[in-house]
């Protein structure tokens, strides 16, 4: 996903830069104008023999960086490791999935739940569990299956940085009966020892406070020609945030949450609080 919006943005500059319009660019590889648009947003998988044909129109015509665009042509038709779970994976999902997977920064804030990368195993049967409409025994392993292969991103030599803040309201809910709490704080008290892992929480004695919208997550790249990207999740679909301001926005809520919740040294502590309670 991350490799087509970058391939895509490159190849509108490169067409910008020539002053060729998305029509005549379109005419040029027997396709409209709107799958242009698709493809320069990166919303489309490529064909080489089309990006090939796009580059001689704008005249990319040195050895070197024709084979560059066109190598990452190949690498953005990859499949990831997550398409083999296209059956209980929604299409919606899919795009933050590969997002998330090449992203170095995932700064998340979540009210209602543990947020998915922090999720002990039993915590995510749990709530997977409790889907509507019900689903079957299969399915509902298939999907903890999923949850705890997206995990290994944290751990993997090329692991991204997380820092997550959590809503005191999501280690208080009860999901899966005392057993289950007790063994997702512990997993959020041992994951935090991880170098690439930051873990707050907003107590609830702050009162109200910045997260009032809800539940979201900020993804940033390594790669500078790729924005920051906002994730807002709902029930049968996705927000997908790239526009600058709307990204600011939400990044002033991120750092207001940051300075506001505990640090994470306190962090501990209450999670270690809650569960001596338990």
């Known amino acids: ?23 005549d660019a379109g005419y040029a590889i027997r396709a409209s104008e709107s799958k242009i648009s698709r493809m320069e947003l990166g919303r489309v998988s490529f064909k080489e023999r089309d990006v090939a044909d796009l580059l001689s129109l704008y005249g990319v015509n040195d050895g070197a960086e024709r084979e560059a665009l066109l190598g990452l042509v190949r690498e953005a038709n990859k ?30 804030y979540e009210v209602q739940f543990i947020p998915g990368l922090l999720q002990s ?3 995510a049967r749990a709530v997977f569990g409790q889907s509507r409409p019900v689903i079957s025994d299969e399915e509902l392993e298939r999907r903890v299956s999923l949850r705890l292969r997206g995990q290994k991103l944290l751990t993997d030599g090329n692991s991204p940085r997380l820092w997550a803040v959590i809503d005191e309201a999501a280690l208080r809910r009860p ?104």
């Open 1 to 23: 996903m991350v490799r087509r919006i970058l391939l895509g943005s490159q190849l509108r500059r490169l067409r910008e830069a020539r002053g060729i319009t998305r029509e």
């Open 79 to 108: 499949s990831g490791w997550w398409h083999s779970y296209n059956d209980v994976l929604p299409g919606w999902f899919q795009t933050y999935v590969g997002l998330e997977e090449a992203a170095t920064l995932i700064r998340t």
């Open 121 to 123: 195993e039993e915590y």
């Open 175 to 278: 999901v899966g009966g005392p057993k289950v709490m007790r063994g997702q704080l512990q997993y959020l008290i041992d994951i935090a020892e991880q170098p690439n892992v930051v873990i707050q929480v907003m107590p609830f004695r702050f009162g109200a406070h910045a997260g009032e919208s809800g539940a979201f997550s900020i993804l940033r790249f390594p790669e500078q020609d790729l924005a920051d990207v906002v994730y807002l999740e709902q029930l049968t679909s996705a927000l997908y945030l790239d526009k600058r301001d709307d990204v600011d926005a939400y990044i002033q809520v991120m750092e207001r949450l940051c300075v506001d919740s505990l640090t994470p040294e306190r962090t501990i502590d209450l999670l270690s609080s809650i569960l001596a309670e338990r």
